[in-house]
């Protein structure tokens, strides 16, 4: 499996979570890494993504609260979540993006922000 997501739990709004991906082979292969999100009945949208120039985008929702960060040496990459809000909730996947545009997917982890 080239992605493993982990992290993911329920957690009281304002908290913290992180979650962490873990690629089988070597992060420098893919051209960009990031974060999506999916609740039921919705598309499966963008949250975080970071681009092999080293720039990162984010979701307007997140901004200010959420940053995603790797670790080369370890082929992981992060998602921090502050501040997280009920509408956070949601399963968070892991995606990767190779040069030759094939993609990948970790599994699903859910994130529960609830009182």
């Known amino acids: 499996v080239p992605l493993q997501a982990s992290g993911g739990g329920l957690v009281q709004p304002g908290g913290s979570l992180r979650l962490s991906c873990a690629a089988s082979g070597s992060i420098f292969s893919f051209a960009a890494m990031g974060w999506f999100r999916q609740t039921p009945g919705k598309q499966r949208e963008l949250v975080a993504r970071?681009?092999?120039?080293?720039?990162?985008n984010y979701a307007y929702s997140v901004k200010g609260r959420f940053t995603i960060s790797r670790d080369n040496a370890k082929n992981m990459v992060y998602l921090q979540m502050n501040r997280l809000k009920p509408e956070d909730t949601a399963v968070y996947y892991c995606?990767?993006?190779?040069?030759?545009?094939?993609?990948?997917w970790g599994q699903g982890t859910q994130v529960t922000v609830s009182s």
């Open positions: 970071t681009v092999s120039d080293g720039s990162r």
């Open positions: 995606n990767g993006l190779k040069y030759n545009r094939q993609e990948f």
